[in-house]
């Protein structure tokens, strides 16, 4: 969705090194997501963010640090990359609408390689 | 988050109807059933959810039978751009439930 934009979508980085990917959205969304999806498997919850001053810790957190810099950025740090981080790094947004519903929707995709 | 099962992967021929199910027995009254489908290591494109009514839009219909314990995906007439992993995710509305994605269904659709 070209409402919601990636930076890089490619990088290869070495073990021990400092990554941040961020995302950017322009669909006016409070709720933003990171997400890592290895090969063959399907998406995993790094972190979330439902507004500005709230950061959540997903399914896998560990190794990962957020930053939610304003209602349309949300960055996704590597504090010292490792080989296993190597993977499809998703970021979307949401908003909740009246009943309940929350339709996430997601940006290109950064493919992160750590040698 | 309601565990879905789905197949691991499906054919169709181009121009018939992809119907891809769903079992989720779990589903509590308040989940709604969502499905995405990735296209190579494209972002996961949404594609339809619902509660209990079935619902159709320019994409696709789905199906949720009466006791909401499994669903059907229907692309009415499949293209080749159609090829990618669907994925079938429950998900409730209360603060904090987050989508969970499985492995998904591979659909092929053939020439």
């Known amino acids: 969705d070209a409402d919601v934009t990636q930076t890089p979508r490619n990088r290869i980085t070495k073990t021990g090194k400092r990554i941040m990917l961020e995302c950017s959205q322009t669909?006016?969304?409070?709720?933003m997501y990171w997400y890592r999806q290895d090969p063959g498997l399907g998406l995993r919850l790094i972190y979330y963010?439902?507004?500005?001053?709230?950061?959540n810790k997903g399914e896998i957190s560990d190794g990962y640090s957020v930053s939610r810099q304003a209602q349309a950025k949300f960055s996704l740090s590597l504090e010292s990359a490792i080989p296993n981080q190597t993977a499809l790094y998703f970021c979307?947004?949401?908003?909740?609408?009246?009943?309940?519903?929350?339709?996430?929707?997601f940006g290109p995709g950064t493919r992160l390689t750590v040698l | 988050d309601a565990k879905t099962t789905q197949p691991t992967s499906m054919d169709c021929a181009e121009g018939r109807a992809a119907n891809l199910p769903c079992n989720h027995s779990?589903?509590?009254?308040?989940?709604?059933v969502y499905w995405y489908r990735q296209i190579h290591s494209q972002g996961p494109q949404y594609i339809i959810h619902?509660?209990?009514n079935n619902e159709t839009n320019e994409m696709a219909s789905l199906i949720i039978t009466e006791d909401r314990k499994s669903s059907t995906l229907i692309l009415p007439h499949a293209t080749l751009r159609d090829t990618a992993v669907y994925y079938c995710?429950?998900?409730?509305?209360?603060?904090?439930?987050?989508?969970?994605f499985g492995p998904g269904t591979r659909l092929s659709v053939l020439p």
């Open positions: 979307a947004t949401s908003d909740l609408k009246f009943g309940g519903t929350d339709t996430q929707y």
């Open positions: 669909k006016g969304h409070d709720r």
């Open positions: 963010s439902f507004d500005v001053k709230d950061i």
């Open positions: 779990t589903i509590s009254g308040n989940e709604y």
């Open positions: 619902g509660l209990k």
């Open positions: 995710i429950v998900r409730g509305y209360n603060y904090g439930q987050n989508f969970v």
